[in-house]
């Protein structure tokens, strides 16, 4: 059976309903609203978008972007595309939600369809949640599980981000993030980012004896939320020999980096990334089901598999068959479609364009796949992303001298020539409050229909 079929045969007949649609409103009359109703923890919106098709969205105003950020991260396939839609709507017409006192075929599917594309051993198993802040929670308690013979102490690097809940907070370094919920679940250090030696001392006897054992690494294989900085060749090798001479976990967090995002299904997987090992544990979330909220740990090997026993640990919505059928949807068309060898293509197009492009404000450009980071020579990346998002493009500042790009991995050459286009001419005043030059919008366009132009 392919992976795009529906696995429980025709679903039911489509029916009609009265669903009304939201009032019609401006940008500026829709974030008026927004300051009203949403809880202020994101600020107010740079835009109110209301559609999307393949890599373009579009606000309330009818102005078009070319999104470069895909919901950071998560629209792996773009917006409204026909196969997700599809498998989408036929789940929830057939069965949209059953408790996990019950089994459900997408979710059998799901579950041996990652284990497969791990290529994970015998006994490895799949624990379903709906994001990646819930994947690495589940995998904080695997660790607190795995603290006999006294280990006690988890390890994370300086600069991850693991989420924003109390246990994957407490995993996350970053101290604007962590001060205003302190005390947070204690036993985790902070070892130095892509520094072996300081992972060997956090291992060492010394630090044993003193502060306890270890019994779990958590690290991602690039940090995106710090600036989109990938681990050197042969620190996951240097991990993994540690951690499994201590009897610790070695976790790897995939949420921004799996699911074909750095140009192979996990960033591990690359020889000069992963240099063939094998972990303990891969939390994965964002792009798994193409925009839809999923997220999955897979557990490598009966030990880890079985850290976590009956009651131990749960879930509602985890693994629900709608949520299955978009990522088994999700996980299909990157195969079909040849995506990973799309997003390495178009990956080292922008990579190396946009480096080469001779702009002055531009320093380089670092990241693997479609998770780049175009690093400026000043700190004005905000007023680059306002300039970009002026022009049409969406991108992100993650950092004050950094701009991350994740688009769709179906993002085309030309699309990518575009974007060079944009960062070849994009200046910054050395005045911020001067006007910024505004280069030209994309030029090219999935439709013919001229009410979906840019204004």
């Given at each position: 059976m392919s992976t795009l079929d529906h696995p429980t045969g025709a679903p039911a007949p489509a029916t009609t309903s009265a669903v009304t649609a939201p009032?019609?409103?401006?940008?500026?009359?829709?974030t008026d609203r927004y300051a009203h109703a949403v809880m202020d923890t994101f600020g107010p919106p740079q835009r109110v978008l209301v559609r999307g098709e393949g890599a373009y969205v579009w606000d309330a105003?009818?102005?078009?972007?070319?999104?470069?950020?895909?919901?950071?991260?998560?629209?792996?396939?773009?917006?409204?595309?026909?196969?997700?839609?599809?498998?989408?709507?036929?789940?929830?017409?057939?069965?949209?939600?059953?408790?996990?006192?019950?089994?459900?075929p997408t979710q059998i599917a799901l579950a041996e369809r990652l284990l497969a594309l791990a290529e994970a051993p015998e006994g490895s198993r799949v624990f379903f949640t709906n994001s990646g802040t819930e994947a690495n929670e589940a995998a904080f308690k695997m660790a607190r599980r795995n603290s006999d013979s006294g280990r006690t102490r988890v390890l994370a690097l300086q600069g991850g981000f693991h989420g924003r809940s109390m246990g994957a907070l407490a995993l996350t370094s970053k101290a604007a993030y962590r001060e205003p919920f302190e005390p947070l679940p204690g036993g985790v250090e902070f070892v130095a980012f892509d520094d072996v030696a300081a992972l060997e001392e956090a291992f060492s006897p010394a630090a044993v004896a003193e502060r306890g054992g270890v019994a779990a690494l958590v690290v991602e294989p690039v940090q995106g939320e710090a600036g989109v900085r990938s681990l050197s060749p042969g620190y996951l090798v240097a991990a993994r020999e540690l951690t499994a001479r201590h009897g610790a976990l070695l976790?790897?967090?995939?949420?921004?980096?799996?699911?074909?995002?750095?140009?192979?299904?996990?960033a591990y997987q690359q020889p000069e990334v992963g240099g063939g090992i094998v972990p303990d544990v891969v939390t994965l979330a964002k792009g798994l089901g193409g925009g839809f909220p999923v997220g999955a740990v897979v557990a490598y090997g009966e030990r880890a598999a079985t850290l976590l026993g009956r009651g131990q640990h749960g879930t509602t919505f985890g693994g629900?068959?709608?949520?299955?059928?978009?990522?088994?949807?999700?996980?299909?068309?990157?195969?079909?479609?040849?995506?990973?060898?799309?997003?390495?293509?178009?990956?080292?197009?922008?990579?190396?364009?946009?480096?080469?492009?001779?702009?002055?404000?531009?320093?380089?450009?670092?990241?693997?796949?479609?998770?780049?980071?175009?690093?400026?020579?000043?700190?004005?990346?905000?007023?680059?992303?306002?300039?970009?998002?002026?022009?049409?493009?969406?991108?992100?500042?993650?950092?004050?001298?950094?701009?991350?790009l994740a688009p769709p991995l179906i993002l085309t050459p030309d699309q990518a020539r575009d974007v060079?286009?944009?960062?070849?001419?994009?200046a910054v005043p050395e005045d911020p409050a001067a006007p910024t030059a505004a280069p030209t919008a994309p030029t090219t366009d999935p439709t013919t229909d001229p009410t979906t132009r840019s204004s």
């Open positions: 009032a019609s409103g401006s940008v500026a009359q829709w105003d009818g102005k078009r972007y070319l999104d470069l950020l895909a919901g950071i991260a998560v629209n792996a396939l773009g917006h409204a595309h026909p196969t997700l839609t599809a498998a989408v709507s036929a789940q929830l017409g057939t069965l949209g939600h059953v408790s996990n006192f019950f089994g459900t976790v790897l967090d995939e949420v921004q980096t799996g699911v074909g995002r750095t140009g192979s299904w996990f629900n068959p709608v949520a299955a059928a978009a990522a088994l949807a999700t996980l299909g068309v990157i195969e079909r479609d040849g995506l990973l060898e799309n997003v390495r293509t178009v990956g080292a197009l922008l990579r190396e364009g946009i480096a080469g492009a001779g702009n002055p404000l531009v320093e380089g450009v670092r990241g693997r796949g479609l998770l780049l980071a175009v690093q400026l020579t000043r700190p004005v990346a905000a007023e680059v992303a306002r300039a970009a998002l002026d022009a049409g493009f969406v991108v992100n500042a993650v950092a004050p001298d950094a701009i991350r060079v286009a944009f960062f070849a001419s994009v």
